[in-house]
């Protein structure tokens, strides 16, 4: 029997709530625990509706939260300590309803039903807080000790479409490998997946990518990379990402790639930092369409920028993740041919300094996965450090002058900004004119011209 950390808010928590029922943990909670690892969620269950635990809590240190009261559900918290309170229930689906919302909810006092409404059987193994006493109605502890994913229910994809995605993303996060016949479900019901919202796809295809961060005890190294290849087997990367899977078979010179343009992204999203994989797996995503439009893939990265801003905003991503990643997607060819100027290179960066440091590594990124090596002189990297190391400003208020002095030069309020940003640009080339007098003789001179 695995041994439990539990809480002591936990503890007391359970014992309050004793004289009317047993309190239980489930799911990642207690999974996690029987692996040895560290859960920071805390799902706690029990055959009392939501009024009765707001009663039995009533006076006590606990703080009682709606979160839906129709699902039975509610946040009780205590200074730090947090955990989300749902009654035993049995949920109602109508196949292709497009929500992971249960149509019907009914309440009841039977665990076992509770657990034959769960996703998993590994996320259906319950503890007693007390007692440490594991209930184990559908043998889910058998497949966390197998690593197995295996359904709760026949029909839970059906239910569920947002299942699928769970059963990729636990898979990786964990290490944990489908069954026959619930690998063979997801098959059947992966189309399922495009009734479901654009924000709850978003979330699990981010959390599918950032798989090998989830548990860093697991040592999962290339989990996103499995993530992947389990969403390419179901269909789900021609479904949801289809702009993705039309580089699939694209052909690309054989001098300079490994790889077709689909296998290309997926080694570059392979090889990229977490807070790139997004931009590394879209970087490309104009090949497809540029060699149907003018038969060959000059200004890929010009299409595959506005490619990329339409994914991104479809999948509901912040305007900012938008922005930033299309972004990189436009200029990940800057510099291909390695004959931009000096002057060039550092107003680029200069011009691009929000993104300077992401883009230089998509572009070793690029490298990496085109041929296994770095061909490529990163010439912006070079540049950026260099105008580092002899502290040139990167943006305005690193400049030694400011507004102020240019309202002492009388500059009209409308030229004010042009002035600091030609000052900046400039400076770039000619550190010396960041030494005050310098940059006041500067503009000055240009104020003058006004």
Not at 117 to 128: H, K, S
Not at 359 to 387: F, H, P, Q
Not at 390 to 406: A, Q, Y
Request: glycine residues 6%.
């Amino acid at each position: 029997m695995p041994s439990f950390y539990i809480p002591s808010k936990l503890k007391t928590l359970a014992e309050l709530l004793s004289p009317y029922a047993t309190l239980y943990a489930v799911g990642g909670f207690v999974r996690d625990g029987i692996m040895g690892i560290e859960c920071h969620d805390i799902d706690i269950c029990s055959k009392l509706k939501v009024e009765d635990v707001k009663k039995a809590l009533l006076n006590s240190d606990f703080a009682v939260l709606d979160k839906s009261l129709r699902m039975g559900t509610v946040i009780i918290k205590s200074g730090g300590f947090k955990a989300e309170y749902t009654t035993f229930r049995q949920d109602s689906y109508t196949a292709g309803r497009g929500t992971h919302s249960p149509e019907k909810v009914s309440f009841t006092n039977d665990l076992t039903q509770d657990a034959s409404r769960r996703d998993f059987a590994c996320n259906a193994v319950y503890l007693d807080i007390l007692t440490g006493e594991i209930v184990d109605p559908l043998g889910g502890m058998n497949d966390i000790l197998n690593r197995t994913l295996r359904y709760a229910k026949e029909d839970v994809f059906e239910a569920d479409g947002l299942r699928i995605l769970r059963l990729v993303r636990f898979g990786a996060e964990l290490g944990f490998k489908p069954d026959a016949d619930t690998l063979a479900s997801a098959h059947c019901n992966a189309w399922r997946v495009k009734d479901i919202t654009a924000e709850r796809i978003r979330e699990e295809l981010d959390g599918c990518f950032k798989a090998d961060l989830k548990h860093p005890e697991l040592k999962r190294q290339g989990a996103h990379l499995e993530a992947f290849a389990a969403l390419d087997e179901l269909g789900l990367v021609d479904m949801l990402l289809p702009e993705v899977a039309a580089l699939k078979g694209l052909p690309q010179p054989p001098k300079y790639h490994l790889y077709d343009a689909y296998g290309h992204s997926v080694k570059a999203f392979e090889l990229a930092p977490p807070h790139l994989r997004w931009a590394a797996l879209l970087h490309d995503v104009g090949k497809a369409p540029a060699v149907a439009m003018y038969g060959n893939m000059h200004g890929h990265d010009v299409i595959g920028e506005g490619i990329a801003k339409e994914i991104l905003t479809r999948l509901r991503f912040k305007n900012e993740t938008v922005r930033r990643v299309s972004q990189l997607v436009r200029w990940h060819m800057v510099d291909i041919n390695g004959n931009m100027s000096e002057s060039k290179l550092r107003r680029f960066v200069l011009e691009h300094i929000d993104i300077i440091e992401d883009l230089c590594a998509l572009i070793d990124v690029d490298g990496m996965a085109s041929n296994g090596k770095l061909t490529r002189t990163n010439r912006v990297r070079a540049a950026y450090e260099s105008m580092l190391t002899i502290k040139v400003p990167l943006k305005i208020s690193e400049l030694c002058v400011n507004g102020e002095d240019l309202i002492a030069l009388g500059v009209p309020e409308k030229d004010r900004a042009t002035l600091l940003n030609e000052l900046l640009a400039d400076t770039a080339m000619n550190p010396m004119l960041n030494f005050r007098q310098r940059a006041l003789e500067y503009l000055k001179k240009k104020a003058s011209k006004l």
